[in-house]
């Protein structure tokens, strides 16, 4: 577990920035999100495909796959486009919707077991996501976080079909399928909105691709060196990564009411995790 946990942090804070390279290409650069969010797709699964295991191919035809890769492609796009007019920290906020609508469709479609409290903290962490997205009359929040609230909510049936589908096949090789299946649905689009090439665009398109990629593995790393049960709750340190990438980069930090919500999304994520 000692060893796990710095790998967590590390695989935390790469997700973060990956999406900070991201919102400079589209909110500086005016690079369009779809184009972001199919290149690191394909950057993605070129950096995969070296060490993919035995058996990996003929997954490709699996429909649950392609599937499960379209949730990811609709919401990564959807978080890229957030992220052109939004504050990284209140996006990550509102996409934090995602794992409490996973917990609402395991316990619907793959009869997960519901208990009381969970269901409290998961109405808390949703109550903390409405304190930064505060939508209605009166709201502050621009229309680019109902983008990241959608981006949540894929990402939360994204997270349900991934534990439908976990025995499928080896963590790289499912990693490998999402990531090429994306980048394949995402083709056309992605071409039809080709940027000026440029080395600052292509540097961020990279490191865009390359965070995110290395991220997510680190992630697989720690789970194959603690139980997930005590690394769930580290997920949440991505907030505070974004907090700080949000004021190193871009000078932005979040109002009061955002902080609040902040507060209780960790609280009430760490909290369900340790029930788990």
Known sequence: MQRAIPIMFIAMSLIPAGDSAGKILTGSLGVAPVFVAWSRFAI?????????????????????????????AAGITCIQTA??????????????????FSYLLAALFL?????????????AGFFGVLLVVRPGVGGTAGSGLLFA??????????????????DLAPP????FTQLAMSALMLLPLGLLNL???????AGLAGASALFSM????????????????????????????????????????????TWAGLAVIIAAGITSARLR
Not at 111 to 123: D, G, M, P, V
Not at 149 to 166: D, K, Q
């Open 214 to 257: 290395l991220g997510n593995l680190l992630l697989l790393y720690a789970y194959r060196s603690a139980p997930a049960t005590r690394l769930a709750p580290l997920v949440y340190f991505q907030l505070i990564a974004a907090v700080l990438l949000g004021l190193l980069l871009f000078n932005t930090l979040p109002d009061a009411l």
């Open 83 to 100: 992220l052109q007019t939004e504050d990284i920290a209140n996006v990550f906020a509102a996409f934090f919707i995602g794992p409490m």
């Open 149 to 166: 609230v959608a981006a949540g909510l894929f990402y939360g049936v994204f997270l349900t079909m991934s534990r439908w589908l976990s």
């Open 111 to 123: 009869r997960e077991r519901i208990t009381l409290l969970r269901s409290a903290l998961i109405l």
């Open 44 to 72: 993605g699964a070129l950096l995969v495909l070296p060490f993919l295991p035995g058996g990996t191919w003929p997954l490709m035809r699996d429909k649950r796959l392609w599937l499960r890769a379209a949730t990811l």
């Open 195 to 201: 940027p000026d090439a440029s080395l600052p665009i």
């Open 172 to 175: 790289l090789a499912l990693t």
